[in-house]
T-cell receptor, first 112, second 114 residues
């Protein structure tokens, strides 16, 4: 079957660094994405990793290890506005093509 | 603003009823995806259309159906509504035919079934 696991919530202090982990189990893995969603808002795309390694985009970085079926999102210099839910999503190949499977989300609380 | 629009923003209806949710993709995007997000849950993929044709189906109930019109807007029809159908329904769009890693989400329609 297909599954994604990520922590339900994480708390960190403003200015700190936080890592949100995601482990996955899929039948035809093609890539790992991260989305941010503020309360009451729509998900917004943050990053995508298809190959092993670290991708950096400003304060956010995303890492993938295909051999370990594991990835993480790293948020640096945390700001209050980073308080949101973060979803990892897997692009999985199936009989009809591709589909995206989302994890249950990690709620990040940033404290002053 | 992602460029994806959804109407209505909120919908309150009774069990057994039928509703239609509407989505207009970003200009130039040919793919539309529908997702359901229940309270404190992740996103459940429902269905994907590309240029008017169904491309992929996810966990979509038989009571639900969708279509994409020639002008590329899409509608999600929910019938014989149950209390458990109360959720946020998002549509997203992208340029390509296959699932992409980058999808642009609309603001969502919050459906409440009473």
């Amino acid at each position: 079957g297909q599954s994604l696991e990520q922590p339900s919530e994480v708390t960190a202090v403003e200015g700190a660094i936080v890592q949100i982990n995601c482990t996955y189990q899929t039948s035809g893995f093609y890539g790992l994405s991260w989305y941010q969603q503020h309360d009451g808002g729509a998900p917004t795309f943050l990053s995508y990793n298809a190959l092993d390694g670290l991708e950096e985009t400003g304060r956010f970085s995303s890492f993938l290890s295909r051999s370990d079926s594991y990835g993480y999102l790293l948020l640096q210099e945390l700001q209050m506005k980073d308080s949101a839910s973060y979803f990892c999503a897997v692009r999985d190949r199936w009989a009809g093509g591709f589909k995206t499977i989302f994890g249950a989300g990690t709620r990040l609380f940033v404290k002053a | 603003d992602s460029g994806v629009t959804q109407t209505p923003k909120h919908l309150i209806t009774a069990t057994g009823q039928r509703v239609t949710l509407r989505c207009s993709p970003r200009s130039g995007d040919l793919s539309v995806y529908w997702y359901q997000q229940s309270l404190d849950q992740g996103l459940q993929f429902l269905i994907h259309y590309y240029n008017g044709e169904e491309r992929a189906k996810g966990n979509i109930l038989e009571r639900f159906s969708a279509q994409q019109f020639p002008d590329l807007h899409s509608e999600l029809n929910l019938s014989s509504l149950e209390l458990g159908d109360s959720a946020l329904y998002f549509c997203a769009s992208s340029v390509g035919r296959d699932f992409t890693n980058e999808q642009y989400f609309g603001p969502g329609t919050r459906l409440t079934v009473t």
